[in-house]
């Protein structure tokens, strides 16, 4: 990804805690794998379709659970919540495959395969001097430039 970044990722939580409300505004996030019996927070549209970047990546049978919500700073509280419904338990966090965010139409957060190292990217958006924060807070052990 140009001008991206991959990150090798501490604490996946409070990385979503920093950077969703940093992105949100004419943003979506997407999560998928096996989290339908999650109970969503009142009031936050979704879909069950991708659009854009954001779409479907695990390909399984049965289809794997595929959620869209817009993230708005109307919103970013609630999807805050459904990710903290999320990370309460170690066996829901393990359902949650993949979270992906873009904004814009560009991708600014690629969390594939439970934020395995080699498998989270950061977007254009997200900057050096963010990285740098999140890594002297222990969020991050460290980051890459894309190439």
């Known amino acids: 990804m140009k001008g991206g970044h991959w990150l090798d990722v501490q604490d996946p939580w409070a990385l979503l805690h920093d950077l969703l409300p940093f992105l949100a505004g004419s943003a979506h996030v997407a999560f998928e794998g096996e989290h339908g019996a999650l109970p969503l927070p009142a009031g936050l549209a979704s879909s069950r379709e991708g659009h854009g970047v954001l779409k479907r990546i695990a390909h399984a ?69 963010r990285l740098e924060r999140l890594k002297a807070r222990g969020v991050l052990r460290g980051y890459a430039d894309c190439t």
């Open 61 to 129: 049978n049965p289809d794997p659970d595929f959620l869209l919500v817009p993230l708005e700073p109307d919103t970013v509280e609630r999807v805050l919540a459904f990710v903290d419904s999320i990370c309460a338990d170690a066996s829901r966090a393990e359902r949650v495959w993949h979270i992906t965010v873009a904004q814009h139409g560009v991708l600014q957060l690629g969390a594939y395969d439970n934020f395995h190292e080699d498998c989270v990217v950061a977007g254009p958006s997200i900057v050096t001097a």
